[in-house]
């Protein structure tokens, strides 16, 4: 079983920052790329952002770039969103997830956290 759980969310005014966590636990032999997801009230799940487990090609939604940026922790088997000049569309529940490999020679699974609530007043 693997479990992600994300954390950091909450609320904040109209150019402020908040740093959101998402650590993967459970069994798991390696875990390839890694993402955050969003989803505001009465719209669709979108991506935000993707990392890969060398961080070599990351991928930012158009809206974010240059105001939020991905990195992980591999040691930690853990991936940040760095979100600052936040603004209030960009409330909505963050989601991460993450492909893992449970057992050598075995192929991917991708595994979803519950969501943290991030909420920007104006």
């Known amino acids: 079983q693997v479990q992600l759980v994300e954390s950091g969310g909450g609320l904040v005014q109209a150019g402020g920052s908040l740093r959101l966590s998402c650590a993967a636990s459970?069994?798991?032999?390696?875990?390839?790329?890694m993402g955050w997801y969003r989803q505001a009230p009465g719209k669709q799940r979108e991506l935000v952002a993707t990392?890969?487990?060398?961080?070599?090609?990351?991928y930012y939604q158009d809206s974010i770039k240059g105001r939020f940026t991905i990195s992980r922790d591999n040691a930690r088997n853990t991936v940040y969103l760095q979100m600052n000049s936040l603004k209030p569309e960009d409330t909505a529940v963050y989601y991460c997830?993450?492909?893992?490999?449970?057992?050598?020679?075995?192929?991917?699974?991708?595994?979803w956290g519950q969501g943290t609530q991030v909420t920007v007043s104006s």
């Open positions: 997830n993450a492909d893992v490999i449970r057992a050598a020679l075995t192929t991917p699974n991708t595994y």
């Open positions: 459970g069994s798991i032999f390696r875990i390839n790329a």
């Open positions: 990392i890969t487990r060398r961080n070599s090609t990351n």
